[in-house]
């Protein structure tokens, strides 16, 4: 059974610093990861998908990685922001006979102006 | 493109009544669409795959009879809590999957917050 961990459960940062959130998973046979930012109350937002034969992904100041093979994904985020105050998720797509996105309990980062 | 739709965003009802909420893809065709549940401070919890046509598939746990889905066309799926109890009241989010077959790159809603009473 897939299993999806991230740390730090809740991260308070200065803006302007760069971070990096973790994300691990226990089984490699994966389609994809996806990192996805989720706000109070609100859905989600996918902002990196890395397919499985893919080391990483960029997006503006958002760099994810992934190592496959170690069941690991990292989200950098450069010059951080106030406005990227947010919950973020890792998720993967398992192989397998069914189709699933296994998701983290994610990491709740502020940003202190 | 690749919007999906949750309706209602928030709704309240009465111990022992049921509710429907609507997921629908705006823009794409979506066979298959998935419905979570998420908690505070947890993971989203995959419930359900529901395939446009045919009976949902739900995840071990979870009750059939108690959330009702149907996916009656390439655009809607909808999600009815019969008999909703307080240990209901939880985050409802959908997702469509956009492409003719898997592995779907999922879509997904703005979620569905339920309070029972």
């Known amino acids: 059974k897939q299993e999806v961990t991230q740390i730090p459960a809740a991260l308070s940062v200065p803006e302007g610093e760069n971070l990096v959130l973790n994300c691990s998973f226990t089984d490699s046979a994966i389609y994809n990861l996806q990192w996805f930012r989720q706000d109070p109350g609100k859905g989600l937002t996918s902002l990196l998908l890395?397919?499985?034969?893919?080391r990483e992904q960029t997006s503006g100041r958002l760099n994810a990685s992934l190592d496959k093979s170690s069941g690991r994904s990292t989200l950098y985020i450069a010059a951080s922001q106030p406005g990227d105050s947010a919950t973020y998720l890792c998720a993967v797509l398992t192989q397998g006979g069914s189709e699933k996105l296994v998701f983290g309990k994610g990491t709740k980062l502020t940003v202190n102006p | 493109g690749a919007v999906v739709s949750q309706h209602p965003s928030r709704v309240i009802c009465k111990s022992g009544t049921s509710v429907k909420i609507e997921c629908r893809s705006l823009?794409?065709?979506?066979?298959?669409m998935f419905w979570y549940r998420q908690f505070p401070k947890k993971s989203l919890m995959l419930m359900a795959t529901s395939n446009e046509g045919s009976k949902a598939t739900y995840e071990q746990g979870v009750e059939k009879d108690k959330f009702l889905i149907n996916h009656a066309s390439l655009t809607l799926s909808t999600l009815t809590v019969t008999s909703a109890h307080p240990e209901d009241s939880s985050f409802y989010i959908c997702s469509a999957g956009r492409g003719a077959s898997g592995p779907y790159e999922q879509y997904f809603g703005p979620g569905t917050r339920l309070t029972v009473t």
């Open positions: 890395i397919q499985s034969s893919q």
């Open positions: 823009d794409f065709q979506a066979t298959t």
